[in-house]
C-alpha cells in the first residue's frame, strides 16, 4: 500500500453511463499524434482513492518552472472515474488544499485541468493535475457512496501500472501526510534482507572473520588506526525513531538515518543506519536482539565532536555502499556465553516516585491507559526549516497514586503501535523525560515526553509478547495491583479524544507575563485571524490578545446549546466524560470545524473570569461577572501606554 489512506470503495455507474471512461476521452488529447497542452474534464465527478506526500529536489524548477510554492512538499493521487484509475502528480498550488484536509482521501473533484509529462523514459508520458474543484456540496462519504458496485483494487490501471516512486522528485519512496518521522509504504522491508535463503543464518553468524570488542576498537580508534578489523557481536539496548533529512536543496533519493544504542559489556556506543539500509534494516530490528556487524565504518561520535561527551567516543556507521556493510541477526540459540552481553537497561518508575525525581530525569513507566487523546500537531523550528510535529496525550494509572501519569507523546520508532492506543490497554513507554513547569510560585505541574529513544509497547496491538522486564521489583507491585482493579469502576472514567490542554494556564496576569519571560506576545483579532487561515490541518497554536469582556454566559452540564458531547471546560487536569462520549466540541468558526484546525486562544482576561466562572452555579457566576466588570473598569483607569495593567489583573 502506498503512503497515506487508500479508501476501499466500489465502483460507480456514473461514468459508464455517460459514454464511457473519462479518462480514456480526455486524457487521448495529451497523447495523441496532435497534442494539446491541457485538458479539461467537463464537470464529471472524479474520486480521489489516495494522496501520497514527498518531499522536493533540486528538479523542482525543472517540473514546475512557474510555481512559487515554497512548500517542501509534493503530493501525487490516485483518482478513479468509475471505469479505470490512474496516478497523477499535483500542481503545488493545491498543496493548500491538502494542507487544510480540504482536498482528502474520499474527496470528489470536478472541472480537473490536467497536463501531461514526459518521465525521460521513451515515449511515455505521465498526468499532472494543475487545478481542480473539491465538490464541497458532497457529503464526506460520497465517494463511499457513489462508488458501491465493485471493489476499487479490481479498476484497471489507466496505461502501465506505475511504480512504487514519486513522480516528480527523485526520492525512493514516500513521505507519511502528517510527520517525518514515520515510515510508510511496501518499500519497508518487515523481514531482513536475507531471510529466505537456505542455511543463511549458521553462514552469517560465523563468517570466519575475529570478534573485537567495542572497546578495544575505540583503542585502536583513538590510537590512528582508521582500519576496523573484525566483526561486532552486540545487543541493540535502544532504538530511534526515523529522521528524514531530504532538502529542497539536495538530490539525495533516501535522506533517512536511525540510530541504535548497543553495547558488548565493555561499552556502549551508537550504530548508525543510513539511507537506504533504513529501508532493509529498520523495521526489522528491535531492542534486545543480538546483532553481528563487519564491513563497518568507524568514526568520532556526534557527542564528542559536539562537545557534549567528557571523553572522546566513536560510532559505528552502517552504508549500503562503500563499504556495503553486514548486518546479521543472530538467533537466540547461537548466542555464545563468551560474548557476556548485558541485558537491555530499564530504569522503571512509578508516578509517586516521580514526584521525587529531578527535572530531565530519564525514566521508564507501565500503568493502565485511562485517557488517549486525538492526534494533534505543532509546528517545530531548528534554525533551518520548519515543520509539523505530531503528538498525543495519554494518561497511565498505576495504582500508586490518585494523579495520572501524563504522557506527552510524539512520534517513536512505532507508529503501527501508537494509532491503536485504547483506554484499559497495558501500555510500556521506556526512554521517557521528565518535564517539570512552575507556575506562579508553588504550583509545578509534571509529565513526560519523549527523547529520541523512546519505544512504546501495548496489549491488544501484537507487539512484546514476551516482557523481560516482568521480574523488576516495580513491574511486580504494578501487576499485582493490576489483579485487585475494578475494571467495571475504571472503565467509568476513561476518556478518548476531545481537547487536552497541559499544563494548565496562569491563573493571573503577572503569572502569564513571568511565563512568557516578560513578553506576554499579545495580538491584535485581525492578526489571530490571519494566523488561523494559516493553520494545517490538526495543527495547534497558542495566541494571547487582550480585550475587554462585554458578556459572560453561564453554561451547566444540561446544557447542550454550546457545549456538545462532553463536560464544559471544567478541568484541564483531567477530563471527566462518560465512556460512550467522544471528544469536547465548542463554540468555533465553521471553518475550523471543517478541517479540524485546533486553535487554543488565550484571552488574557477572558480566561480569568471563563475559570472562575466553570465551576460556579448561575448565582456565583452573575455576582463573578459584577464584580468583574467593575475591576474592568478600574484597571481600564490606570491601563499603560502599552495596553496592559501596571499593576497586572488581580488573582480570583
Keep these: 500500500m502506498l503512503c497515506g489512506i487508500i479508501v476501499w470503495v466500489k465502483m460507480a455507474a456514473t461514468s459508464s453511463s455517460s459514454g464511457g471512461c473519462v479518462f480514456e476521452r480526455r486524457l487521448a488529447k495529451l497523447t495523441g499524434a496532435s497534442r494539446s497542452v491541457r485538458v479539461k474534464t467537463q464537470g464529471e465527478p472524479l474520486y480521489v482513492l489516495s494522496l501520497e506526500r514527498y518531499g522536493r529536489d533540486p528538479d523542482f524548477g525543472v517540473h514546475f518552472p512557474d510555481s512559487i510554492s515554497m512548500s517542501d512538499s509534493l503530493f501525487d493521487a490516485t483518482i478513479t472515474d468509475g471505469d479505470c484509475k490512474i496516478r497523477v502528480s499535483l500542481d503545488p498550488s493545491l498543496n493548500r488544499l491538502v494542507h487544510r484536509n480540504t482536498l482528502r482521501c474520499g474527496s470528489v473533484v470536478r472541472n480537473v485541468m490536467f497536463s501531461a509529462r514526459d518521465c525521460g523514459e521513451g515515449d511515455s508520458r505521465t498526468f499532472h493535475i494543475c487545478s481542480l474543484d473539491v465538490d464541497a456540496l458532497s457529503s464526506k462519504d460520497a465517494a463511499l457512496c457513489a462508488l458501491s458496485s465493485m471493489d476499487v483494487a479490481s479498476l484497471a490501471w489507466?496505461?502501465?501500472?506505475?511504480?512504487?516512486?514519486?513522480?516528480?522528485?527523485r526520492r525512493s519512496t514516500y513521505l507519511p501526510l502528517w510527520n517525518n518521522h514515520d515510515f510508510t509504504g511496501d518499500m519497508w522491508r518487515?523481514?531482513?534482507?536475507?531471510?529466505?535463503?537456505?542455511?543463511?543464518?549458521?553462514?552469517?553468524?560465523?563468517?570466519?572473520?575475529?570478534?573485537?570488542?567495542?572497546?578495544?576498537?575505540?583503542?585502536r580508534f583513538l590510537s590512528g588506526s582508521r582500519r576496523p578489523r573484525?566483526?561486532?557481536?552486540?545487543?541493540?539496548?535502544?532504538?530511534?525513531?526515523?529522521?528524514?533529512?531530504?532538502?529542497?536543496?539536495?538530490?539525495?533519493?533516501?535522506?533517512?538515518?536511525?540510530?541504535?544504542?548497543?553495547?558488548?559489556?565493555?561499552?556502549?556506543?551508537?550504530?548508525?543506519?543510513?539511507?537506504?539500509?533504513?529501508?532493509d534494516w529498520y523495521r526489522c530490528l528491535q531492542p534486545g536482539q543480538v546483532l553481528r556487524l563487519s564491513r563497518y565504518r568507524v568514526k568520532e561520535s556526534y557527542s564528542s565532536r559536539s562537545g557534549h561527551d567528557s571523553e572522546p567516543n566513536i560510532e559505528i556507521s552502517l552504508n549500503s555502499r562503500n563499504p556495503t556493510a553486514d548486518v546479521a541477526i543472530v538467533p537466540v540459540q547461537h548466542v555464545s556465553p563468551?560474548?557476556?552481553?548485558?541485558?537491555?537497561?530499564?530504569?522503571?518508575?512509578?508516578?509517586?516516585?516521580?514526584?521525587?525525581?529531578?527535572?530531565?530525569?530519564?525514566?521508564?513507566?507501565?500503568?493502565?491507559?485511562?485517557?488517549?487523546?486525538?492526534?494533534?500537531?505543532?509546528?517545530?523550528t531548528d534554525g533551518r526549516r520548519s515543520e509539523l510535529e505530531e503528538y498525543r496525550w495519554l494518561q497511565l494509572q498505576d495504582g500508586t497514586s490518585d494523579q495520572p501519569m501524563i504522557i506527552k507523546l510524539f512520534s517513536t520508532s512505532q507508529p503501527d503501535i501508537q494509532s491503536r492506543i485504547q483506554p484499559m490497554a497495558l501500555v510500556v513507554c521506556t526512554r521517557l523525560k521528565l518535564i517539570r513547569s512552575t507556575v506562579g510560585r508553588t504550583t509545578t505541574f509534571e509529565y513526560l515526553t519523549n527523547t529520541p529513544l523512546t519505544q512504546v509497547y501495548c496489549t491488544g496491538t501484537a507487539s512484546r509478547p514476551v516482557m523481560p522486564y516482568r521480574?523488576?521489583?516495580p513491574v511486580r507491585k504494578f501487576l499485582q495491583w493490576l489483579k485487585q482493579v475494578d475494571e467495571a469502576s475504571m472503565l467509568d472514567r476513561v476518556v478518548i479524544g476531545g481537547h487536552f490542554s497541559y499544563p494548565p494556564l496562569p491563573v493571573s496576569m503577572q503569572s502569564?507575563?513571568?511565563?512568557?519571560?516578560?513578553?506576554?506576545?499579545?495580538?491584535?483579532?485581525?492578526?489571530?485571524?490571519?494566523?488561523?487561515?494559516?493553520?494545517?490541518?490538526?495543527?495547534r497554536r497558542r495566541f494571547a490578545i487582550q480585550c475587554t469582556v462585554t458578556a459572560a454566559c453561564y453554561h451547566g452540564r444540561e446544557d447542550s446549546?454550546?457545549?456538545?458531547?462532553?463536560?464544559?471546560?471544567?478541568?484541564?487536569?483531567?477530563?471527566?466524560?462518560?465512556r460512550q462520549r467522544e471528544g469536547c466540541v465548542f463554540s468555533m468558526p465553521p471553518y475550523l470545524y471543517e478541517y479540524m484546525l485546533h486553535v487554543c486562544v488565550i484571552a488574557v482576561w477572558l480566561s480569568l473570569q471563563a475559570r472562575a466562572f466553570q465551576n460556579s452555579s448561575q448565582e456565583e457566576a452573575a455576582l463573578l461577572h459584577q464584580h468583574a466588570h467593575q475591576q474592568l473598569q478600574e484597571e481600564a483607569g490606570s491601563a499603560s501606554p502599552t495596553g496592559v495593567s501596571r499593576g497586572g489583573p488581580r488573582e480570583w
Design 471 to 473: 521480574g523488576l521489583r
Design 190 to 219: 518487515e523481514t531482513p534482507p536475507d531471510t529466505g535463503e537456505e542455511g543463511s543464518e549458521d553462514e552469517l553468524v560465523d563468517d570466519g572473520q575475529p570478534i573485537v570488542s567495542l572497546a578495544e576498537l575505540r583503542r
Design 158 to 169: 489507466m496505461g502501465s501500472e506505475p511504480s512504487l516512486v514519486p513522480l516528480r522528485a
Design 230 to 279: 573484525g566483526a561486532l557481536c552486540v545487543r541493540i539496548f535502544h532504538k530511534s525513531r526515523l529522521m528524514y533529512y531530504g532538502k529542497s536543496e539536495q538530490s539525495c533519493e533516501c535522506p533517512y538515518k536511525a540510530e541504535l544504542q548497543v553495547g558488548d559489556g565493555s561499552l556502549t556506543v551508537c550504530v548508525v543506519l543510513w539511507n537506504t539500509m533504513c529501508l
Design 338 to 380: 563468551e560474548w557476556s552481553l548485558p541485558d537491555v537497561p530499564h530504569n522503571f518508575l512509578s508516578r509517586q516516585e516521580l514526584l521525587c525525581c529531578p527535572l530531565g530525569s530519564i525514566c521508564d513507566v507501565i500503568g493502565v491507559v485511562v485517557f488517549v487523546g486525538r492526534q494533534e500537531r505543532v509546528r517545530s
Design 512 to 539: 502569564f507575563v513571568d511565563s512568557r519571560q516578560g513578553d506576554a506576545g499579545l495580538i491584535s483579532g485581525g492578526e489571530m485571524k490571519l494566523q488561523c487561515e494559516r493553520l494545517h490541518y490538526r495543527e
Design 561 to 578: 446549546g454550546r457545549v456538545r458531547y462532553s463536560d464544559p471546560p471544567s478541568a484541564q487536569l483531567s477530563p471527566r466524560v462518560a
